[in-house]
């Protein structure tokens, strides 16, 4: 059977663990060279070993400069980028009432600044039939305590996605968002401490709220998202697909 992305360029932001690496993996084995960012040089490392056919870059979405030193590499290597995943994101538990400076600016910074500037400053490499996936959140379109800021920034992400379809009306490039819920990733057992045995009951409790009774697993996430980065999405745009066992549905 033909590979789905066959000598496509891809960027998966956060690409070192959970969702971003296991989709780094899939469009690697789909065809794709694909470039992983993060943070934490050793995760880069492990990640690109992983993943195979990969270049690590390691990159702060936040930090403006260090994105315009991603794309430059890129277009010197490459010349342009097929298929960009902005995924780079996470957050931590506040209740209203105790929510600080610190925790909006870090959540926003992440989901919000990085993701914008993440895909706007990749638009000069962006091909004809280019695909860019959003990670936005079931928590963007629904209430959960403790998780307001969160909520907030993904239901931005989702908003991002409407209006820049508009904006590149006539670029031949589709814009989608992909809406985990309750995922099995680092990122999400982290929430619960350093404790393994919290880590699980959280991980239950999560399962139990799912209709399919269980918590998703990251390559399930990314078989979605090579959906959305291939040619059988091709008349899809703008689109907010769950990818939740249910949950945003009830
Ligand atoms: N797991 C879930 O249940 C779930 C559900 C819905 C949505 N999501 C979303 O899915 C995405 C991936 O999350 P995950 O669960 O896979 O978490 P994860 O395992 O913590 O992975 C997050 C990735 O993003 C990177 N990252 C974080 N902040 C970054 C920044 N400022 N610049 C560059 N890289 C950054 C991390 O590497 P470094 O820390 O080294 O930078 C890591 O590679 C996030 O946007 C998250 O909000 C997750």
Redesign the pocket.
Known sequence: MSKKLEGKIALV?????????ATAQRFAEEGAHVYV????QA?LDKAVALVGNATGVA????RLEQLDELYARIRDAHGHLDVLFA?????SMLPLGEITEEHYDDTFD??VK?VLFTVQKALPLLAAKASIIL?????GSSGTAAFSVYSAS?AAVRAFARSWILDLKGRDIRVNTI?????R????V?LAGPDAQQQQGLLDYLASQVPLGRVGE?VEIANAAVFLASDDSSFVNGAELFVDGGQAQI
């Not at 932001?13 to 690496?21: A, D, E, N, P, V």
């Not at 990159?59 to 936040?62: F, L």
């Open positions: 932001t956060g690409g070192t663990t959970g969702i971003g690496l960012t993060g943070r934490r995760e990159v702060d979405s936040t995924n780079a994101g996470g957050g992440r989901n990085g990670t936005g959140s079931t928590a993904k809406s985990p819920g309750a995922t990733t680092p990122g999400l982290d990251p």
